[in-house]
């Protein structure tokens, strides 16, 4: 089992940064990757940026250039700054984990973190 719990939402006007984390607690050797997803609402929840075990980085186009991802393995954390933040960034923001127990992936996902970007 993997916990999950984020923080650093919070608002913001446009054009300022904010840092999302997300600690990991429980199994953390069987984590195989990360990621941070964002919901607005009224649609579907969708992926924003996704870490490796050995560090790589993906991210999706509209916060390319703004987002990074990024994680500090001595504490089991996971953060996504977030740069020139724009109103359509406004979301309610998971983090996600992916967990390899027994040649099977599973997924947790933590409680969500409000960022309201204003104009």
């Known amino acids: 089992q993997v916990q999950l719990v984020e923080s650093g939402g919070g608002l913001v006007q446009a054009g300022g940064p904010l840092r999302l984390s997300c600690a990991a607690s429980g199994s953390i050797a069987s984590i195989v990757d990360m990621g941070w997803y964002r919901q607005a609402p009224g649609k579907q929840r969708d992926v924003v940026a996704t870490?490796?075990?050995?560090?790589?980085?993906s991210y999706v186009d509209s916060v390319k250039g703004r987002f990074t991802i990024s994680r500090d393995n001595a504490k089991n954390t996971v953060y996504l700054q977030m740069n020139s933040l724009k109103p359509e960034d406004t979301a309610v923001y998971y983090c996600?984990?992916?967990?390899?127990?027994?040649?099977?992936?599973?997924?947790?996902w933590g409680q969500g973190t409000q960022v309201t970007v204003s104009s």
């Open positions: 870490i490796t075990g050995g560090g790589s980085r």
């Open positions: 996600r984990a992916r967990a390899l127990y027994t040649l099977e992936l599973y997924d947790y």
